[in-house]
């Protein structure tokens, strides 16, 4: 790999002093590296930070440097882009992160020898209000979504009995299972099968 984007809080100085250190690594080593603009914008009730127009058409690789909410985030943002990620946490929670910040460096050492791998994580599409087919005017979720009674807060919530999910991406209708609500939230993990929509993650382990 040779062309990278950072993808990160800006709101946080921490992360900034962060993403300047991983570039200056990276361009120190013949590689070329941007940090994309982050700000958030809302469309059709749909929440966005990334500005995903603004990433190079040669990009190989997106750098999130955070924790879990913004590696989520990232992930929604660039779901229909061809780019892999790679999380770097420099929060409290990086569950879903393959590097500690203290590893920054070896971690791009390891990109630039191309001495990893990807893999896809299942992402979950809400169709039943969101009809767009892209993630500006679509839900996607990568960890969980929550199902709520329509006019209900996500926090006070409504009473699911049954959640069916189906496989869209085999072209099936099939029901390949049932959850019943225990009690007025529903979530979803990443490994239920609901369609093919996915995010690529790099790994270096």
Same mark, same amino acid.
């Not at 590689?31 to 500005?51: K, S």
């Not at 390891?110 to 896809?120: F, G, N, P, Q």
């Not at 006070?156 to 099939?174: A, E, I, K």
């Not at 939230?185 to 990443?190: D, K, L, P, Y």
């Given at each position: 790999?040779? !062309?990278?984007?950072? #993808?990160?809080?800006?709101?946080?100085? *921490?992360?900034?002093?962060?993403?300047?250190?991983?570039?200056?690594?990276?361009?120190? !080593?013949?590689?070329?590296?941007? #940090?994309?603009?982050?700000?958030?914008?809302?469309?059709?009730?749909?929440?966005?930070?990334?500005?995903?127009?603004?990433? @190079?058409?040669?990009?190989?690789? *997106? #750098?999130?440097?955070?924790?879990?909410?913004?590696?989520?985030? *990232?992930?929604?943002?660039? $779901? !229909?882009?061809?780019? @892999?990620?790679?999380?770097?946490?420099?929060?409290?929670?990086?569950?879903?992160? /393959? $590097?500690?910040?203290?590893?920054? /460096? /070896?971690?791009?050492?390891?990109?630039?020898?191309?001495?990893?791998?990807?893999?896809?994580?299942?992402?979950?599409? /809400?169709?039943?209000?969101?009809?767009?087919?892209?993630?500006?005017?679509?839900?996607?979720?990568?960890?969980?979504? $929550?199902?709520?009674?329509?006019?209900?807060? #996500?926090?006070?919530?409504?009473?699911?009995?049954?959640?069916?999910?189906?496989?869209?991406?085999?072209?099936?209708?099939? &029901?390949?299972?049932?959850?019943?609500?225990?009690?007025? &939230?529903?979530?979803?993990?990443?490994?239920?099968?609901?369609?093919?929509? !996915?995010?690529?993650?790099?790994?270096?382990?």
């Amino acid at each position: 790999m040779r !062309h990278f984007c950072i #993808i990160t809080n800006s709101d946080k100085g *921490a992360n900034a002093q962060i993403a300047q250190r991983a570039v200056q690594y990276l361009r120190a !080593h013949d590689a070329d590296c941007v #940090i994309l603009p982050n700000f958030l914008e809302e469309t059709g009730g749909i929440r966005h930070f990334t500005a995903v127009q603004d990433i @190079p058409k040669d990009a190989e690789c *997106a #750098i999130v440097l955070g924790g879990d909410g913004t590696m989520i985030q *990232a992930a929604i943002d660039l $779901v !229909h882009c061809d780019v @892999p990620i790679l999380g770097v946490n420099t929060g409290t929670l990086g569950f879903l992160t /393959e $590097v500690e910040c203290q590893n920054l /460096e /070896e971690a791009l050492e390891r990109l630039l020898k191309d001495d990893y791998t990807t893999e896809s994580r299942i992402m979950l599409k /809400e169709t039943a209000k969101f009809k767009g087919e892209d993630s500006r005017t679509s839900c996607y979720a990568l960890n969980d979504m $929550v199902i709520a009674k329509q006019g209900e807060s #996500i926090s006070g919530g409504g009473t699911c009995r049954y959640l069916s999910c189906r496989r869209t991406d085999r072209g099936d209708t099939d &029901r390949v299972d049932r959850i019943q609500s225990v009690g007025r &939230r529903t979530g979803v993990g990443t490994g239920t099968a609901c369609n093919g929509d !996915h995010t690529d993650m790099c790994t270096l382990s």
